[in-house]
């Protein structure tokens, strides 16, 4: 089940939100006219249907030109296969310690992965984003800003809430040092890989999953002495 909403407009562009309430990611798309750009493209069949929903979007397959990728994980990634199905010329982006394995399940050509690093900018017509490298959730996790929004992926949610770390590459010290990370930086929304997204006062909730992080740190050290 999936809500389809358009959160905001500036100028010609316009960015669209699928809000997932299973186990696909959310995702995101930044429109400029008749090009586009995806964040993340959740689990696709039987969890979700980005074909369906792009058109619910009023968005056609062949207007998004790239995918920007916050991790490896298959709820997020999943759905580029059957994308690619109706357009292959999509460049995907995503960060080098995620590359091998996203190539791996994807099974995409080389020349279609681009990798990305911290800082890195991927431009669309008016739409400028930047790259964060958000290690933690995994070790090749990234977040992405424009504006003053914040895509998140599973690094952290709302409510003080932030990415599990028990599964491969996962590490509860990265995770909180890239939480410290976009807490200096500058941004009002925040729209993560699952669950609420948060329309202003978005650092609050990045604030209280970095007390929340480090109160997990600190019993693990207890538990360790």
């Known amino acids: 089940m999936q809500a389809h909403i358009v959160i905001k407009r500036k100028g010609n562009v316009e960015l669209c939100g699928v809000i997932s309430y299973g186990i696909s990611s959310n995702v995101y798309?930044?429109?400029?006219?008749?090009s586009a750009l995806m964040v993340d493209s959740g689990y696709g069949p039987p969890y979700s249907n980005m074909l369906e929903s792009l058109?619910?979007?009023?968005?056609k397959v062949d207007e998004i030109e790239k995918i920007l990728l916050?991790?490896?994980?298959?709820?997020?990634?999943?759905?580029?296969?059957?994308?690619?199905?109706?357009?292959?010329?999509?460049k995907i982006y995503v960060h080098r310690g995620d590359a091998e394995v996203v190539q791996k399940k994807l099974k995409l050509d080389r020349d279609k992965l681009i990798k990305i690093s911290n800082g890195g900018k991927i431009e669309l017509k008016n739409i400028t984003v930047k790259a964060i490298y958000t290690p933690g959730h995994t070790v090749g996790s990234l977040s992405y800003i424009w504006e003053d929004v914040?895509?998140?992926g599973d690094l952290v949610f709302a409510n003080g809430m932030y990415g599990r770390t028990d599964l491969p590459t996962g590490n509860i010290i990265r995770l909180v040092e890239s939480l410290e990370k976009i807490n200096k930086m500058n941004f009002r929304e925040l729209l993560p890989g699952h669950g609420e997204i948060i329309l202003r006062d978005a650092k609050m909730h990045v604030k209280a999953a970095l007390r929340n992080a480090r109160l997990k740190v600190k019993r693990k050290q207890i538990e360790v002495n």
Not at 55 to 59: D, S
Not at 74 to 90: C, G, L, S, T, W
């Open 70 to 90: 916050t991790h490896r994980h298959r709820d997020h990634i999943n759905a580029v296969k059957q994308i690619f199905e109706e357009n292959r010329d999509i």
């Open 150 to 152: 914040l895509f998140s």
């Open 29 to 34: 798309i930044l429109r400029d006219g008749k």
């Open 55 to 59: 058109k619910k979007l009023n968005i």
